[in-house]
């Protein structure tokens, strides 16, 4: 398994322009998340959806966007990139549900996006 | 909505000592707290966690507690090594809000040979 996924690693945007950050993960994970980490701060939740085709805000949304095609797949939109949208971004899932109930998030390797 | 205070903000203790980290958090309704260890640059990676029907657990080095009444939760390393030295956050969630995480501010420890 390799497990949560991310890409691109680093990206350099504009002032106006848009991106998507690609997460993908290949535990058959129903729920997955998204994150943003200012420097020396803890991280905030932007996105969450708990399966395909549900999704919901969490502390930090303004600015972004998601969609929930498919189980493995949960990209994260930026429309029209701000300087206070520098940061790194992490994907994470989790597979919450089932007999065990496990609630792990498992994260990935993060974005590191700068906004100039 | 959730709130979660940690302290201190960084730590410093030598090589076999312990380190203490706590977090308080504001809904009484939360009932699931992990701790992540994220070293420099790389993701933040689960370490332990606690939910709220249990007052202790421990890993062989690390244990957490939790005190419902005073809605506080506390990371605990014992004989400290320096591949300890990291940011270690806390966190909180309800059971049912989806699982969202509502992380404290981090601690950066230090453990000096």
């Known amino acids: 398994n390799a497990g949560v996924t991310q890409t691109p690693k680093f990206r350099i945007l504009k002032i106006g322009q848009s991106m998507t950050l690609q997460c993908t993960q290949d535990m058959n994970h129903n729920y997955m998340y998204w994150y943003r980490q200012d420097p020396g701060m803890g991280l905030k939740l932007i996105y969450y959806?708990?399966?395909?085709?549900?999704?919901d805000k969490g502390e930090v949304p303004n600015g972004y966007n998601v969609s929930r095609s498919t189980t493995e797949d949960f990209p994260l939109r930026l429309e029209l990139a701000a300087p206070s949208q520098t940061s790194v971004y992490f994907c994470?899932?989790?597979?919450?549900?089932?007999?065990?109930?496990?609630?792990?998030?498992?994260f990935g390797p993060g974005t590191r996006l700068l906004v100039l | 909505g959730e709130n979660v205070e940690q302290h201190p903000s960084t730590l410093s203790v030598q090589e076999g000592d312990s380190a203490v980290i706590k977090c308080t958090y504001s809904?009484?309704?939360?009932?699931?707290f992990p701790w992540y260890k994220q070293e420099l640059g790389k993701r933040p990676q689960l370490i332990i966690d606690i939910r709220s029907n249990v007052g202790e657990k421990k890993d062989q080095r690390i244990a957490v507690t939790l005190n419902k009444t005073a809605k506080h939760f506390s990371l605990h390393i014992t004989e400290t090594q320096p591949e300890d030295s990291a940011v270690y956050f806390c966190a909180a969630s309800r059971g049912n809000q989806g699982g969202k995480l509502i992380f404290g501010q981090g601690t950066e420890l230090s453990v000096k040979p």
């Open positions: 994470a899932s989790s597979p919450r549900g089932g007999v065990t109930f496990q609630e792990t998030q498992y």
């Open positions: 959806s708990v399966g395909a085709g549900i999704t």
């Open positions: 809904d009484s309704a939360s009932n699931y």
